[in-house]
């Protein structure tokens, strides 16, 4: 399952600019596909802290 750019941003209370300057750093790949994207697992592996959390 993919999940919008603006959805990641509601889910972590932060805004979609910092969604894409975590992407730029490597914490989550954006994938173009029918708009910009996330992968839910790659989200679920984000919250289960897999990954260091989006910092603003």
Known sequence: MWVRVSDVAI???VSR???YRA???GEITIHRQRGS???SDEMD???RGDHPPITT
């Open 11 to 13: 889910w972590f209370g």
């Open 17 to 19: 600019a910092t969604v």
């Open 23 to 25: 992407a730029a750093r």
């Open 37 to 39: 994207r996330v992968n």
């Open 45 to 47: 592996a984000w919250l």
